[in-house]
């Protein structure tokens, strides 16, 4: 089939140079609220590890007018979503009015993103929307920090909040800050996230304002007009490279936690010309655990992986354009009330994009690398520090390799595909909690055979120095580790081992990759481990490899064991 050509690119009323200017000062508008929310933040997970995301967004629709590149990539299309059910929801706002919500099928994630919509006046008329999401380390539910494996209804991950009025006209509503507060863990930290997400949005509206003032509105109207259709061509001319056809792959998720099955991605892309589709709809049915995807997620999981492939194509809604991505009805890729959704962002949606990749390896191998880790490595911590009488909350993620590619071996210790870091400072958690790092290091070997290995993952170690402390895990890539391409091996799965009486192996292996409540005494210790491995295909050994490896060692007053293999059910730790 020939190819079709690409949109004709139109004549345009604003001289390059200012065009230029616009796109760079909507870019740096984003950016510095990224900034005045990560600088003035409570949780480390926010400021230290820039879990959050700011940007602008239409009026008419939600599309995304322009994204801040420090924000978390799996927001991409996420925020947009939200936005859109925020105006079909709430109707007109009034300038200084500041929306809350959480809700995960409606335009969310899961429901520790916790986002804030603020419609922009200019000269008395509504102009756009500035939005943004931040990761609270707790909204309530069964287990602290909500990374609960073995919940099996929305309800037992936490507090869900629909689109409420939490600022009316530029005044905070006590009665929402209250009820809010009063269903989450540690909320005298929380009431510092909130105002920092206000502070955030309301730079943005300043700084938006000095660039309509220089500009004007007509100008800056016909420049999004122009960037968008600019977005547009570039990247119909990206999947243009790929030989028209169609694609598939099918990506394994190790359970939902509950039942111990695991669950299939299974993806088919259809290229013709410059348009490019996605159907998931041969994936699994909804499941019983909190693995489920919601819509946004789903969306915005293909979006960061085509984002991906082709990185020097702008972001905003021009790019969407020429990418359809089927609803797939019916499958754990289109959650609905009640189903829980705790892994969605972090977990299901690295599955996601991992599908794609594997995918689109047969057709442009040369732009792509094996399968990276796959997994954020979710561990939440919450307890009370005997010294100062104050609950704590601790939401750790760890960084991972990426698989070799077509002509080098993977990246080592990079961020998730779905973030921009690897982790918080280990010097500022031993500050905020009350644990200690005995070990951090690179886990060397850990990359996958091939002639151009993966990545190195890493190893730590975690001790508990005061009191107790409940602790869960929800990763993936435990029973089956990132797959090769083109022959490449796959990758070591996880490894959580918690024990009591001494460094492991000694006793209380327990090898899975997401548990719930464990309770962990003074002394007790957790150790991760994250390894990606990929080679180059072509090659003599055609191995290119992507790989994850997670081990986790945690001391606990339980002796348990549950050997990979076994029948237990991951979210279980039967002796």
Known sequence: MAKTSSPQETTSRVDPVTLTVIEKGLQQICSEMDLVHEKTSFSPVISEAFDRSNGIYGREDGRMIAQGELGLPIFLGVMQETTR??????????????????????????????????????????????????????????????????????????????????????????????????????????????????????????????????????????????????????MRANIETI??????????????????????????????????????????????????????????SVYVAIKHIFPDVPMNAGCFRPIEVKRPKGTFLFAEYPRPVAGCAAEASQRIMEAVFLALSEAIPDKLFAAPAGTSGNIS???????????????????????????????????????????????????????????????????????????FGVSYRVRLLRGEGTASFLMEHGRYGPPGILGGEAGAPNQITISQGGPPPRRNIFRREKATSSRLVTGSMSKHRVEVAMARPGSVQRKPVGQIWSRITIQNRETLQNDEGSTACPGSMSP
């Open 243 to 300: 030989p028209d056809g169609t694609y598939s792959a099918t990506a394994y998720m190790d359970s939902d936690g509950v039942v111990n099955e695991p669950l299939e991605i299974k993806v088919k892309i259809d290229v013709r010309g410059g348009d490019i589709s996605f159907d998931f709809s041969e994936s699994s049915p909804p499941c019983m655990g909190p693995m489920n995807s919601v819509w946004a997620t789903t969306l915005s």
């Open 381 to 455: 911590l919450g307890g009370v520090d005997p010294d100062t009488g104050q609950g704590y909350i601790m939401y750790y993620f760890s960084g991972g390799g990426y698989g070799g590619w077509w002509e080098g071996d993977g990246l080592t210790n990079g961020c998730s595909t779905i973030g921009i870091s690897k982790s918080q400072p280990v010097e500022i958690l031993e500050q905020r909690y009350p644990l200690l790092f005995d070990r951090y290091a690179l886990r060397e070997g850990s990359g996958g055979m091939g002639r151009f290995r993966g990545g």
């Open 85 to 234: 059910s925020v105006l079909e929801e709430r109707g007109p706002l009034d300038d200084g009015d500041v929306i809350l919500i959480n809700d995960p099928y409606r335009g969310g994630t899961h429901l520790m993103d916790v986002k804030m919509v603020r419609p922009f006046y200019y000269n008395g008329k509504l102009w756009c929307y500035l939005s943004n999401t931040g990761h609270w380390p707790d909204t309530g539910g069964m287990v602290p920090g909500g990374f609960n494996s073995t919940a099996t209804e929305i309800h037992q991950e936490g507090l869900r909040i629909p689109p409420v009025k939490l600022v009316e006209k530029g005044v905070m509503d006590p009665e929402i800050v209250s009820l809010v507060l009063a269903n989450i863990r540690v909320s005298e930290e929380r009431i510092g996230d909130i105002k920092a997400q206000i502070a955030a949005l309301n730079a943005g509206a300043k700084r938006l304002t000095g660039l309509l003032d220089r500009y004007g509105e007509d100008v800056v109207n016909e420049a999004l007009v122009e960037l968008e259709d600019r977005s547009e061509r570039m």
